[in-house]
């Protein structure tokens, strides 16, 4: 979509139109959450019929609340699938707690940081519900990664209007390509150390039982 197709649905809907796609686009579904809040950002510096204050509220509050359903959606149905599914693609009870482990340890930095990465942004709070990261812990970084991410790209198309926008892109494509490396190397590098990594995960979920 473009800044165009952008600022006339915030024109036409305002604060409700950006709080309801930033909120479904949190909870698991691949909208341009990112682009539509710049291009509220840039409608409110040209027009100021918008507050940039309530923008990044109402962004804010759009992104926890979705991330928080997008949580209860993982662990609830996402949970289930994987239960029922999972072996057929190789997700048995013990890579899942395996899962569930990494989660645990570095669940926080995750959530966090996945926010601000388009096309997989809308999936952090999925993967959080599915591996059973701890509600309180969860809650921290997706209200601090929502908040964030909503001031961010508030702020920064308030200030810089359309040159943050197209900034904004070669930037996200970037931060794929990045994301898409570290995956592939933290793939490696868990089947490198899975045997010492699963003990970990049985050790903590199980008691020490054998998987």
């Keep these: 979509m473009t800044l165009i197709h952008l600022s006339h649905l915030v024109a036409t809907y305002g604060y409700v139109g950006v709080f309801a796609v930033v909120l479904v686009a949190s909870a698991g579904v691949p909208l341009p959450a990112g682009e539509l809040l710049v291009a509220a950002a840039v409608y409110a510096a040209h027009t100021h019929r918008l507050s940039i204050v309530v923008?990044?509220?109402?962004?804010?509050?759009?992104?926890?609340?979705?991330?928080?359903?997008?949580?209860?959606?993982?662990r609830s149905a996402g949970a289930a699938t994987l239960n029922r599914y999972g072996a057929v693609?190789?997700?048995?009870?013990?890579?899942?707690?395996?899962?569930?482990?990494?989660?645990?340890?570095?669940?926080?930095?995750?959530?966090?940081?996945?926010?601000?990465?388009?096309?997989?942004?809308?999936?952090?709070?999925?993967?959080?519900?599915?591996?059973?990261?701890?509600?309180?812990?969860?809650?921290?970084?997706?209200?601090?990664?929502?908040?964030?991410w909503a001031a961010a790209a508030g702020v920064g198309g308030y200030?810089?209007?359309?040159?943050?926008?197209?900034l904004g892109r070669p930037f996200g494509v970037a931060m794929i390509v990045v994301t898409i490396a570290l995956v592939v190397a933290l793939l490696f590098w868990i089947h490198g150390h899975e045997r010492a990594l699963q003990q970990k995960a049985d050790a903590l979920l199980l008691g020490g039982a054998a998987s």
């Design 55 to 74: 923008l990044v509220i109402v962004g804010a509050l759009g992104a926890i609340i979705g991330g928080a359903l997008g949580y209860g959606i993982g």
């Design 159 to 166: 200030l810089f209007g359309a040159s943050f926008k197209a």
């Design 89 to 148: 693609v190789g997700l048995g009870p013990a890579r899942m707690r395996l899962g569930q482990y990494l989660f645990l340890t570095h669940g926080g930095k995750i959530v966090f940081f996945l926010r601000f990465v388009a096309l997989l942004g809308p999936f952090g709070g999925v993967l959080a519900g599915v591996n059973r990261m701890p509600w309180g812990r969860f809650l921290f970084f997706n209200t601090a990664g929502g908040a964030v």
